[in-house]
């Protein structure tokens, strides 16, 4: 007989302070589907076909940030109260062309993908790669894609990181964490874990 595993968390304490989502989050925190072997050669042919066009649209998007950051820091002097309002507009604008599109697949994820350990693998290297001085970490999809975003909390939490509260929380495109403190993870019966 085996005995069930134990919980992620000590029942009663609220999971937030493990630095995971709260468990009443909805669909968006679980893992998507694994694709076929089928899709991630299309997948990986089309990344392959794809990248060199993905480069110049990132130089072109660049550039005219540039542009647009010259012409605008001489009109954002004269006009200094729509310096904030002109960054915040920057920045989503910069936020809606993805770095890595979703659907791409390197060669290694289509080897693996459906793998348990693999997304392991992956985001303990990612986080364990950080210098101590680093405090802050954003966790691309692409990493926990098996997984899903809260089992790859489970995993940084055990690696001493937790969720930024400082970010905006888009667990479909990246979590961002930050490095536990020693004391968020003591609680009054101990540490957490």
Known sequence: MSTPAAPPHPPGQPYVQHGGPPPHLGAEWEAKPNRSRRVLVLCHVGMLIHFPLHVVMWVAVFALLLALGLVGEIVLTVLFF????????????????????????????????????????????????????????????????????????????????????????????????????????????????
């Not at 062309?97 to 693999?118: K, L, N």
């Not at 001085?133 to 995993?155: D, Q």
């Open 82 to 193: 729509l310096e904030k309002p002109a960054l915040g507009l920057m920045e989503r604008a910069v936020g809606l062309v993805p770095v890595r599109p979703d659907w791409w697949a390197t060669w290694r994820e289509v080897r693996h993908e459906g793998e348990p350990g693999f997304a392991r693998d992956r985001i303990e290297a990612e986080l364990n790669g950080r210098a101590a001085k680093i405090t802050s970490a954003p966790l691309r999809a692409h990493l926990y894609r098996g997984i899903g975003p809260r089992a790859a909390l489970e995993i940084a939490g055990s690696l001493g990181w937790q969720l930024s509260d400082k970010a905006r929380v888009r667990p479909r495109a990246e979590l961002v964490l930050r490095r536990a403190s020693a004391s968020s993870s003591l609680t009054k019966n101990g540490p957490i874990g």
